[in-house]
C-alpha cells in the first residue's frame, strides 16, 4: 500500500482485508505495546489509517461503517482532518463509547496484529533505535541501585518473587537512563524483569547498548536480552508511578533551574514579537522562533511536547498544533495562544501563555481575565494533605461558571522529570476517575491550565508548572487539621498584562500577581545578556 493512497483508499483496501480474512469488525487504537501517550511512528497504525494526527483517539472499521473516536480537545481538529477520509467523528463522553458501540451491534473487538499491520502498510517506519545514555547523579538524585532495591523490598513485602516493567517512562527512570525512541518523551523501548533474587533483565534492542552502558547495566546486576523475547505476561502494578511522581530534592532544584532558563528564552521570545511587525510571522515561525531560542540555553535536550501555537481562531482548537497546510499569518489584533516547553538536563518544563498582539474587544479582555482567575484562585490554594485534584479542580472553574463557561479538558497534570510531560498518577479534573481520587503529596509537579474556548473565534489559557510544598500554617490547636500543601509556582515567566480587567480581580489575586511578576523579574533579570531584553522585562513585571 503506497503511501501516497488516500485515508479512503486505506480504508478500502483494509476491509477488503477484512473480507478475505473473516473479520467483521477491526479497532484500531491510538497505542503501542507499552501503552506511552506518545507513540513511535512505527506504531502509528490509526494515524496512518485515518489521517487523524491527534495524540488520543480509536478507529473502529466495519464494511458499512468506520469511526474515529476522540476527546474534546481534538475535535475541531477530527473534523478538518477526517474530511474525506470516510471516518465520521464520535465525542468521547458525548456520544456512546466504543465499547457500547459495539455491545449495541453484537461485535466483539478484534485487532489487527503486527504481521497483519506490516502486510497492509508496506512502508511502515522502521522500529526505533536511539543510544541509551547515562543521568548522571548531579540531575538524579537517587541512584539507580537504590531505586531497584527500594522495588526488590516491595517485592518481598508482596510475596513475590518478580516483576515485569513494560511502562517506558518506569523503566527509564528507575534504570536513570534515557533515549530518543519516542518524540518529546526521552526513553527507550523496552522490557524490564526484577527480581527479587538473582539477575534482574532487560529485553532491548542490542545495538542500542554502548558498552559504557552495558557495563553500567552490569553493575547493577542486569543482563540483556532480545527485546522479541521478553515474556508475554502482564505488567506487574508496582508503587513506581507514585515514587517518581514525588521528586526528590535535586531534581526539585533541577525543575526550578530548568524553569528559570525556560523563561530567559521565553521573555526573549516575547520581546521580539512583541517588537515585531507581526504581519510577518505565522504560527509556525513563531513556534519555530521560541525553539531556536531555547535551544540556545544550557542544557536544552528538545522540546517536551509538539507546541501548540493557535492564533485567534485556531487558538479556540485546544490542541491545535499547526502544519504547513494549516498555518497563517498574524495579525495586529486578538490573541496568540502559545503552549509549550522543554527538556533540560536537569528538568522539564510546560508553559501556555495566551499572548494579545493588538488592540482587543471588551469580550476578549474579559475573558483572559476569567481565565486568569481561575488559575489563581487554583495556584493561591492551600489544602490539607490527602486531598485530590477532583476537590481542588473546581477553583479554576468558578469564576468562569457563573457567566456560563466551561472547558472540556482537565486543569493540570502532572509533570515529569525529562521523561513524559503528562505524568500520573494524579490530575485536577472535574471527571470521577482514578487519577482525580488520588492524593496529592509534598514534592509532586503539577500544571495549572484552565481556558475558556469559543469556537472559531479565539481561545484562552494560562498554564505555570507547580511544585507541592508544606504550607506554613500549623493545624489549629484542638482542631482537626493536620498538615496543610501549597504550590510553588516553578515557571518563571510574566503574564501579559494589557489584555486584564484589573476591576475583575481580588486584592489576594492582585497581590499575588504582582509579587509572582516581582519574583520573575528578580530570578530572570541577573541571567538576561541584552539590555532590550532586561527593559522589556523590567516593563512587563511592574505592579499593576
Same mark, same amino acid.
Given at each position: 500500500?503506497?503511501?501516497?493512497?488516500?485515508?479512503?483508499?486505506?480504508?478500502?483496501?483494509?476491509?477488503?482485508?477484512?473480507?478475505?480474512?473473516?473479520?467483521?469488525?477491526?479497532?484500531?487504537? $491510538?497505542?503501542?505495546?507499552?501503552?506511552?501517550?506518545?507513540?513511535?511512528?512505527?506504531?502509528?497504525?490509526?494515524?496512518?489509517?485515518?489521517?487523524?494526527?491527534?495524540?488520543?483517539?480509536?478507529?473502529?472499521?466495519?464494511?458499512?461503517?468506520?469511526?474515529?473516536?476522540t476527546d474534546s480537545r481534538y475535535w475541531l481538529a477530527a473534523e478538518e482532518q477526517l474530511r474525506g477520509s470516510g471516518f465520521s467523528l464520535k465525542r468521547d463522553l458525548v456520544d456512546e463509547s466504543v465499547d457500547e458501540w459495539l455491545?449495541?451491534? %453484537?461485535?466483539?473487538?478484534?485487532?489487527?496484529?503486527?504481521?497483519?499491520? *506490516?502486510? &497492509?502498510?508496506?512502508?511502515?517506519?522502521?522500529?526505533?533505535?536511539?543510544?541509551?545514555?547515562?543521568?548522571?547523579?548531579?540531575?538524579?538524585?537517587?541512584?539507580?541501585?537504590?531505586?531497584?532495591?527500594?522495588?526488590?523490598?516491595?517485592?518481598?513485602?508482596? %510475596?513475590?518473587?518478580?516483576?515485569?516493567?513494560?511502562?517506558?517512562?518506569?523503566?527509564?527512570?528507575?534504570?536513570?537512563?534515557?533515549?530518543?525512541?519516542?518524540?518529546?518523551?526521552?526513553?527507550?523501548?523496552?522490557?524490564?524483569?526484577?527480581?527479587?533474587?538473582?539477575?534482574?533483565?532487560?529485553?532491548?534492542?542490542?545495538?542500542?547498548?554502548?558498552?559504557?552502558?552495558?557495563?553500567?547495566?552490569?553493575?547493577?546486576?542486569?543482563?540483556?536480552?532480545?527485546?522479541?523475547?521478553?515474556?508475554?505476561?502482564?505488567?506487574?502494578?508496582?508503587?513506581?508511578?507514585?515514587?517518581?511522581?514525588?521528586?526528590?530534592?535535586?531534581?526539585?532544584?533541577?525543575?526550578?533551574?530548568?524553569?528559570?532558563?525556560?523563561?530567559?528564552?521565553?521573555?526573549?521570545?516575547?520581546?521580539?514579537?512583541?517588537?515585531? *511587525?507581526?504581519?510577518?510571522?505565522?504560527?509556525?515561525?513563531?513556534?519555530?522562533?521560541?525553539?531556536?531560542?531555547?535551544?540556545?540555553?544550557?542544557?536544552?535536550?528538545?522540546?517536551?511536547?509538539?507546541?501548540?501555537?493557535?492564533? %485567534?481562531?485556531?487558538?479556540?482548537?485546544?490542541?491545535?498544533?499547526?502544519?504547513? *497546510?494549516?498555518?497563517?499569518?498574524?495579525?495586529?489584533?486578538?490573541?496568540?495562544?502559545?503552549?509549550?516547553?522543554?527538556?533540560?538536563?536537569?528538568?522539564? $518544563?510546560?508553559?501556555?501563555? $495566551?499572548?494579545?498582539?493588538?488592540?482587543?474587544?471588551?469580550?476578549?479582555?474579559?475573558?483572559?481575565?476569567?481565565? &486568569?482567575?481561575?488559575?489563581?484562585? &487554583?495556584?493561591?490554594?492551600?489544602?490539607?494533605?490527602?486531598?485530590?485534584?477532583?476537590?481542588?479542580?473546581?477553583?479554576?472553574?468558578?469564576?468562569?461558571?457563573?457567566? %456560563?463557561?466551561?472547558?472540556?479538558?482537565?486543569?493540570?497534570?502532572g509533570v515529569g522529570h525529562r521523561l513524559e510531560i503528562h505524568e500520573g498518577p494524579c490530575q485536577f479534573r472535574k471527571n470521577v476517575r482514578r487519577d482525580t481520587l488520588t492524593p496529592f503529596h509534598e514534592g509532586q509537579t503539577m500544571?495549572?491550565?484552565?481556558?475558556?474556548?469559543?469556537?472559531?473565534?479565539?481561545?484562552?489559557?494560562?498554564?505555570?508548572?507547580?511544585?507541592?510544598?508544606?504550607?506554613?500554617? *500549623?493545624?489549629?490547636?484542638?482542631?482537626?487539621?493536620?498538615?496543610?500543601?501549597?504550590?510553588?509556582?516553578?515557571?518563571?515567566?510574566?503574564?501579559?498584562?494589557?489584555?486584564?480587567?484589573?476591576?475583575?480581580?481580588?486584592?489576594?489575586?492582585?497581590?499575588?500577581?504582582?509579587?509572582?511578576?516581582?519574583?520573575?523579574?528578580?530570578?530572570?533579570?541577573?541571567?538576561?545578556?541584552?539590555?532590550?531584553?532586561?527593559?522589556?522585562?523590567?516593563?512587563?513585571?511592574?505592579?499593576?
Amino acid at each position: 500500500m503506497a503511501s501516497q493512497q488516500s485515508s479512503a483508499d486505506k480504508l478500502a483496501a483494509l476491509r477488503s482485508w477484512m473480507k478475505d480474512a473473516g473479520k467483521p469488525v477491526i479497532v484500531v487504537p $491510538t497505542e503501542d505495546p507499552h501503552g506511552s501517550e506518545y507513540v513511535p511512528a512505527h506504531w502509528k497504525t490509526r494515524e496512518w489509517l485515518t489521517g487523524f494526527t491527534g495524540s488520543a483517539g480509536t478507529a473502529v472499521v466495519t464494511q458499512q461503517e468506520a469511526f474515529l473516536w476522540t476527546d474534546s480537545r481534538y475535535w475541531l481538529a477530527a473534523e478538518e482532518q477526517l474530511r474525506g477520509s470516510g471516518f465520521s467523528l464520535k465525542r468521547d463522553l458525548v456520544d456512546e463509547s466504543v465499547d457500547e458501540w459495539l455491545r449495541e451491534r %453484537g461485535l466483539k473487538e478484534e485487532r489487527l496484529s503486527e504481521t497483519d499491520i *506490516d502486510a &497492509l502498510w508496506p512502508e511502515r517506519p522502521d522500529f526505533p533505535l536511539s543510544q541509551l545514555e547515562i543521568v548522571p547523579m548531579e540531575y538524579a538524585g537517587v541512584s539507580a541501585e537504590d531505586k531497584i532495591e527500594r522495588l526488590r523490598c516491595w517485592l518481598g513485602e508482596e %510475596g513475590r518473587t518478580s516483576c515485569l516493567v513494560s511502562s517506558l517512562a518506569e523503566i527509564a527512570w528507575l534504570l536513570n537512563l534515557r533515549g530518543d525512541d519516542i518524540p518529546y518523551t526521552p526513553v527507550f523501548i523496552s522490557y524490564l524483569k526484577v527480581r527479587k533474587e538473582g539477575e534482574h533483565t532487560l529485553y532491548i534492542h542490542r545495538e542500542q547498548v554502548s558498552a559504557a552502558v552495558e557495563a553500567y547495566l552490569r553493575g547493577l546486576n542486569i543482563g540483556l536480552a532480545p527485546y522479541e523475547n521478553a515474556p508475554a505476561e502482564e505488567k506487574t502494578e508496582t508503587p513506581i508511578p507514585f515514587w517518581r511522581a514525588v521528586k526528590n530534592p535535586v531534581e526539585q532544584e533541577g525543575y526550578r533551574e530548568a524553569h528559570i532558563r525556560d523563561g530567559v528564552a521565553m521573555v526573549q521570545f516575547l520581546r521580539r514579537l512583541d517588537e515585531a *511587525d507581526v504581519t510577518q510571522w505565522t504560527e509556525i515561525s513563531a513556534d519555530r522562533t521560541l525553539e531556536a531560542l531555547r535551544a540556545q540555553q544550557p542544557g536544552f535536550r528538545g522540546l517536551s511536547f509538539e507546541t501548540i501555537s493557535g492564533y %485567534g481562531a485556531h487558538g479556540a482548537i485546544v490542541h491545535y498544533e499547526p502544519t504547513p *497546510d494549516t498555518d497563517i499569518p498574524l495579525e495586529p489584533r486578538s490573541f496568540l495562544l502559545l503552549d509549550s516547553g522543554g527538556h533540560y538536563e536537569c528538568g522539564s $518544563t510546560d508553559i501556555t501563555r $495566551t499572548i494579545p498582539l493588538g488592540p482587543l474587544t471588551d469580550e476578549e479582555r474579559h475573558v483572559y481575565t476569567l481565565v &486568569l482567575k481561575g488559575h489563581l484562585q &487554583l495556584q493561591n490554594v492551600i489544602f490539607p494533605e490527602g486531598t485530590c485534584g477532583l476537590q481542588l479542580d473546581t477553583l479554576a472553574r468558578m469564576a468562569m461558571w457563573r457567566e %456560563g463557561h466551561d472547558y472540556g479538558h482537565g486543569t493540570g497534570h502532572g509533570v515529569g522529570h525529562r521523561l513524559e510531560i503528562h505524568e500520573g498518577p494524579c490530575q485536577f479534573r472535574k471527571n470521577v476517575r482514578r487519577d482525580t481520587l488520588t492524593p496529592f503529596h509534598e514534592g509532586q509537579t503539577m500544571t495549572d491550565e484552565p481556558g475558556i474556548y469559543l469556537a472559531g473565534r479565539f481561545g484562552v489559557r494560562h498554564e505555570n508548572t507547580m511544585l507541592i510544598c508544606r504550607a506554613e500554617v *500549623d493545624a489549629y490547636p484542638g482542631g482537626q487539621g493536620g498538615r496543610f500543601l501549597c504550590f510553588e509556582p516553578l515557571t518563571m515567566c510574566p503574564y501579559d498584562k494589557r489584555p486584564i480587567v484589573k476591576e475583575m480581580l481580588t486584592m489576594e489575586e492582585l497581590t499575588w500577581l504582582n509579587q509572582y511578576h516581582a519574583k520573575v523579574r528578580e530570578t530572570l533579570l541577573p541571567r538576561l545578556q541584552d539590555p532590550k531584553d532586561r527593559e522589556w522585562l523590567i516593563s512587563a513585571t511592574s505592579p499593576l
